[in-house]
């Protein structure tokens, strides 16, 4: 019906760029925020980023000024640019989208969906 599909992930050493992007496939109605989460082994997940429909965004305080969400409303496709990447930004990130999509039962409503991660790691 919908899925969310990742790219971008890798192996990086500390001090690179990566790009990440995850694409919302499926007939969609409507994507009210999007935005990328991350959880490193032994801890909790976290929100790294997130954008809403009118491009307001918001950043964890770890990555400000070093990471950068984008979108284009017409791939329905969110981007997180990650510079001067660090160690402690190893992590499987994840894809988070509130959306509503048309689905062979009709209008969805809208709903939280996941992408399925990519792996992002950092060497020191």
């Known amino acids: 019906q919908v899925q969310l599909v990742e790219s971008g992930g890798g192996l990086v050493q500390a001090g690179g760029s990566l790009r990440l992007s995850c694409a919302a496939s499926g007939i969609i109605f409507s994507i009210n925020a999007m935005g990328w989460y991350r959880q490193a082994p032994g801890k909790q997940r976290e929100l790294v980023a997130a954008i809403t429909s009118g491009g307001s965004t918001n950043y964890a305080d770890s990555v400000k000024g070093r990471f950068t969400i984008s979108k284009n409303n017409a791939k329905n496709t969110v981007y997180l640019q990650m510079n001067s990447l660090k160690p402690e930004d190893t992590a499987v990130y994840y894809c988070?989208?509130?959306?509503?999509?048309?689905?062979?039962?009709?209008?969805?409503?809208?709903?939280?969906?996941w992408g399925q991660g990519t792996q992002v790691t950092v060497s020191s």
């Open positions: 988070n989208a509130d959306l509503a999509y048309f689905g062979s039962s009709g209008y969805s409503g809208r709903s939280d969906y």
